[in-house]
């Protein structure tokens, strides 16, 4: 039998450990990269005077499902011609928005700590002013005082860290509705 024709255990074992570094490397460099995205678009609504901590921020995060899918696409380019398989490019999707949804709900964190209470204040009274508007609009069958009631207290009673953890929550979830259907078909 000759050994040229007999595939190489080092050869697969290769193309491993090639395929898991590409998947931190590519992973941590787009997560890096869209959560400075959310943390600079904090930035941008808090100097154009913007509620960063309202659902503005939300036009900022919605960069991180096309970081995800884009990092798919690059992890497939970078281990051609042999295919990513499932497993890795829904790694490299998932280690992008987990490093995406960190650095967003940290720089809200900080930014909320930086401007103190009065940016607070504000923006429980921009979420009260949301809520009583959704509460108006809503079914008169449909509504509960006491529902309504505790909606109102929530809300006027969100801290920092609520908003902090209510952001990386809506990252990943968003997130990973865009990484795993990009994962699937971006593998091939």
Do not use: H
Not at 123 to 140: C, D, F, K, L, S
């Amino acid at each position: 039998m000759n050994d040229d024709m007999v595939p190489s255990n080092k050869a697969a074992q290769a193309a491993t450990t090639s395929g898991v570094a590409a998947v931190r490397r590519l992973g941590l460099q787009f997560g890096l990269a869209a959560g400075a995205a959310c943390a600079l678009w904090l930035l941008f609504l808090q100097l154009t005077d913007n509620n960063p901590l309202g659902p503005k921020q939300l036009m900022g995060q919605l960069l991180v499902p096309m970081a995800a899918a884009g990092s798919q696409w690059l992890l497939r380019r970078t281990l051609a011609p042999a295919r990513p398989g499932v497993g890795r490019a829904l790694a490299v999707g998932g280690l992008t928005v987990l490093v995406a949804a960190a650095l967003a709900a940290g720089s809200l964190w900080g930014l909320a700590r930086g401007v103190g209470e009065p940016a607070l204040v504000r923006n429980r009274t921009e979420m009260e002013e949301i809520v009583r508007v959704q509460q108006a609009i809503r079914a008169p069958e449909k509504r509960n005082p006491q529902f309504e009631a505790a909606e109102m207290r929530e809300v006027g009673q969100l801290t920092v860290n609520d908003m902090a953890a209510a952001t990386f929550k809506r990252v990943l979830l968003l997130g990973l509705l865009g990484a795993l259907p990009a994962g699937i078909f971006l593998r091939k």
